[in-house]
């Protein structure tokens, strides 16, 4: 096993990647609880999707995942790590999560290849790694044309794309996608859906996807059904690997 | 793409906005710069003329008026016989209008006293006695005055005449219009009163010696203080008061340039809440984003305080050529002036822009996910 990165304290191995165990989340003094009790386990290299109408909770569990919000109670762990204690969430967001949004949410006043640079700030690479990597992504994504345009310039696959490209920044082990085809037509959706399931296959990376697409959760190779704040359902995909 | 440039964009992200920000900063500055520049100059040009005098300790009574207050000339035969004293020159000086001039230094001084000695002619001569009706110009007033060897002259209510045009080594010397005693003391109708007493120390004389020597006069002579030449106008109570208003102008000027800035910047953090959150999202630390504002506000300052000197040192330049002011002194604009004056407009951009950055850093990444 390599040896935990600075900012995971504890290098306890562990069979799960994520590890939920009763997670609560409660706003407005516990008046909405938009989790309630939610436990589930995933593995390196799944793809799941997290599934469910507007309000069960699945983007606050992502929130829970990406270490951008914290459980009211209960933990998950990330390689045996509490994501609630770990040293510095903030290098656990930059080197080990990708995220993805359904708004794409590029800086409008940087081009493609900034925005694509921006989350390699936090590491130690120099200003030329930084532009090279930016580029090879942006070529990976299908957008070596593309460098120079601004999100305003851009139509909603592209931007998204370069969303994507931007997510694999600092070559994560998890990416974590918010309706990723939530604002595109059914043409681009369809495309930048094959490009994630794609990157995710070649870089054996986690995909952890929030849709109330049933559509899109067929793609995934297990599927986590939610409603109101709970998990209903988790069983492996019938249809992996099918065709949108 | 440095973090510079995520810094540069941040500005020119509202390019009028930061514009008029730079112009605010600026305008302080300059204000800084201008007044600063004045009254130092003031003290600068006093001090020179001084030197130039060979004056090393000043006898007056430098109260609230621009003059000093007059007192008895007999005051100068008490000082005379004290010991390192090697000579002294009775002056009465006046700040008048003369004739096309606002305000300009008349000097009438103890005729065959040492402060003639300084006097180079450039043309023309010097009165030939006391009671001569008869002025010498500095170059700068004959020129303010475009008066020449043989024109007459209006002091008040008389009619004299320009014999001569000197270079006393100083602009105060050279911005004065100079005449004798007796003949100032008739004019204003002072007669008996004198407001200056030069002393120049017999050779050897140390600082401390100096320091000395004033203590005794002003044991000696209650009704005037005496202090060391060069300290003589900072130690005036007008030239306080512009010191204290040259400095609570500046500070004043620089509050206005702290609440511009600081308003701008938290207009700015407002406007890109969810951008910052997004940085925070893909992982940039809360003290990244502390020093992306900082820089920002920062630069602001700087460049606001580049442009501040610059208009400042052409500004107080123009202000020199204005009547009032150029017969009087040549504003001092140092570079050391307008290296405290761009280091203050650089604390001033970081100094505001500590609360948006910690504002700023306590947005909530989750706040990424949100629209």
Redo the contacts between chains.
């Keep these: 096993m390599k040896p935990a990165p600075f900012y995971l304290t504890i290098t306890t191995a562990s069979e799960y990647l994520f590890e939920a165990k009763d997670l609560r989340k409660e706003f407005d003094h516990g008046q909405i609880q938009a989790l309630r009790g939610v436990d589930f386990h995933v593995r390196q290299g799944e793809f799941v999707a997290i599934i469910g109408p507007s309000g069960c909770g699945k983007?606050t569990l992502?929130?829970m995942l990406?270490a951008?919000?914290r459980p009211s109670s209960g933990t998950l762990y990330y390689r045996g790590n509490s994501i609630s204690d770990l040293a510095?969430p903030?290098?656990?967001?930059?080197?080990e999560?990708g995220?993805i949004?359904q708004?794409f949410?590029l800086?409008p006043?940087?081009t493609a290849?900034?925005n694509v640079?921006?989350?390699m700030?936090?590491t130690s690479q120099s200003?030329v790694e930084?532009?090279q990597r930016a580029i090879d992504l942006l070529k990976t994504v299908g957008l070596a044309k593309r460098l120079g345009h601004l999100p305003a310039m851009l139509s909603g696959g592209e931007r998204q794309r370069v969303a994507i490209a931007?997510s694999l920044a600092?070559n994560p082990a998890v990416l974590l996608a918010?309706e990723p085809t939530g604002n595109l037509d059914s043409e681009n959706a369809r495309c930048v859906l094959e490009l994630i399931v794609r990157l995710q296959r070649e870089r054996n990376m986690t995909l952890l996807l929030v849709t109330h697409d049933p559509a899109v959760a067929r793609r995934a190779s297990r599927a986590i059904r939610m409603k109101d704040g709970r998990i209903v359902s988790d069983r492996e995909s019938d249809l992996e690997g099918a065709e949108v | 793409m440095t973090f510079f440039t995520i810094v540069v964009r941040g500005l020119m992200r509202r390019p009028v906005r930061t514009g008029l920000t730079l112009l605010g900063i600026s305008i302080g500055i300059a204000a800084v710069v201008a007044l600063v520049g004045l009254s130092r100059g003031l003290d600068r040009s006093w001090a020179k003329g001084m030197k130039a005098r060979g004056t090393d300790v000043v006898v007056s009574n430098m109260g609230s008026a621009l003059t000093p207050k007059p007192f008895n000339a007999s005051v100068s035969d008490r000082i005379a016989h004290l010991s390192r004293v090697a000579a002294t020159c009775s002056s009465l000086i006046d700040l008048t209008s003369v004739e096309t001039a606002q305000m300009m230094i008349v000097s009438g001084r103890q005729w065959n006293g040492f402060t003639w000695q300084n006097l180079k002619l450039v043309s023309g001569r010097m009165p030939h006695d006391p009671d001569e009706p008869a002025v010498v110009l500095g170059q700068v007033t004959a020129d303010t005055l475009k008066k020449k060897v043989g024109d007459r002259i209006q002091i008040e209510t008389s009619d004299l005449s320009v014999v001569g045009i000197i270079n006393g080594g100083a602009w105060v010397e050279n911005s004065s219009v100079i005449l004798s005693l007796p003949l100032l003391q008739k004019i204003t109708g002072n007669q008996g009163k004198i407001n200056i007493i030069d002393i120049r120390v017999t050779p050897g004389t140390n600082q401390k010696d100096v320091e000395g020597l004033c203590e005794q006069i002003n044991r000696l002579v209650p009704e005037a203080r005496a202090m060391p030449g060069s300290a003589n106008v900072s130690n005036s109570e007008v030239y306080r008061i512009l010191q204290a208003m040259s400095w609570g102008t500046s500070l004043l000027a620089t509050l206005v340039g702290v609440l511009g800035v600081m308003n701008t910047m938290l207009m700015a953090v407002s406007e890109r809440k969810q951008e910052i959150s997004i940085l925070l999202a893909l992982g940039w630390r809360r003290r990244r984003i502390i020093s992306m504002v900082l820089w920002e506000s920062g630069l602001l300052g700087l460049f606001g305080g580049v442009t501040g000197v610059m208009i400042g040192a052409v500004g107080v330049q123009i202000l020199g050529t204005t009547p009032a002011i150029r017969d009087l002194l040549r504003p001092d604009v140092s570079m050391g002036l307008l290296a405290i004056s761009v280091t203050i407009a650089v604390a001033v951009g970081v100094l505001s822009g500590l609360y948006p950055a910690w504002r700023s850093s306590r947005l909530p990444p989750a706040l990424a996910l949100q629209g």
């Design positions: 983007t992502l929130q990406g951008i919000d510095d903030a290098a656990y967001r930059a080197r999560i995220f949004f708004a949410h800086l006043t940087f290849l900034e640079q921006i989350p700030f936090e200003a930084r532009k931007r600092n918010d």
